[in-house]
């Protein structure tokens, strides 16, 4: 089946500090990629759209200048969250979709789980 | 606008009794409805999906669901449920006409005790 690597699955940094997190289909090509944020016990929420070869598009809300979206091949999309803080700290978790996603479940990564010192 | 609601948050059951847990949906147009499942400090994990046809649709780990349209239902069933099944089920819908963007209902913790 088709998997989705996230890396990394745990960060622990200081405050103020930029952190990337990287997002793989690895056995398909991924023209659409969704990145999400969810809060403990509480629903995914979408922050963005990544398409390969073009900008995001984020939803409303989210700042696309904390939360730089860039998605340059078929195969990898990356987050970065610029000068992270605690309240940025939460569970982060990308999905992708190949060919015809619309009657194509959306695959996910393992997430990543960010702590803001 | 589309929606998904699952109204309860838990739901436990003992080993080997049947598991439901409940979503229902709203959308403009035809709805394309997925359940996952979401084990601690993982991502979701894809279980099934109704787009068209039938309206059982058969899943992963021997789970199925029953798509009602006249009550806008979607109902995730495993007529025996096992301890490992014990999970975050989260319900959710992609409406076409906004995007295809898909939006989850607020999850149900299922519990199933030896």
């Known amino acids: 089946g088709a998997v989705v690597s996230q890396h990394p699955s745990r960060v622990i940094c200081k405050s103020g500090t930029s952190v990337k997190i990287e997002c793989r289909s690895l056995d398909f090509q991924a023209t659409t990629m969704f990145w999400y944020r969810q809060f403990p016990k509480q629903s995914l929420m979408l922050m963005a759209t990544s398409n390969e070869g073009s900008k995001a598009t984020y939803e409303q809300g989210v700042e696309k200048d904390k939360f730089l979206i860039n998605h340059a091949s078929l195969t990898l999309s990356t987050l970065t969250v610029t000068s992270a803080h605690p309240e940025d700290s939460s569970f982060y978790i990308c999905?992708?979709?190949?060919?015809?996603?619309?009657?194509?479940?959306?695959?996910f990564g393992d997430g990543t789980r960010l702590s803001i010192l | 606008a589309q929606s998904v609601a699952q109204p309860e948050d838990q739901v436990n059951v003992a080993e080997g009794n049947p598991l439901t847990v409940k979503c229902t949906y709203s959308?403009?147009?035809?709805?394309?409805l997925f359940w996952y499942v979401q084990y601690p400090n993982r991502g979701l994990q894809f279980l099934l999906k109704?787009?068209?046809?039938?309206?059982l649709v058969k899943g992963s780990y021997g789970f199925e669901a029953e798509f009602n349209k006249s009550q806008t239902s979607f109902h995730l069933k495993k007529p025996s449920a096992l301890v490992s099944d014990s999970a975050l089920y989260f319900c959710?819908?992609?409406?076409?006409?906004?995007?295809?963007?898909?939006?989850f209902g607020a999850g149900t913790t299922v519990t199933v005790r030896a």
């Open positions: 959308v403009s147009g035809n709805p394309y």
């Open positions: 959710a819908v992609r409406d076409l006409s906004n995007d295809y963007k898909l939006s």
């Open positions: 109704y787009i068209t046809g039938d309206n």
């Open positions: 999905s992708a979709s190949d060919r015809d996603y619309s009657n194509q479940p959306q695959h």
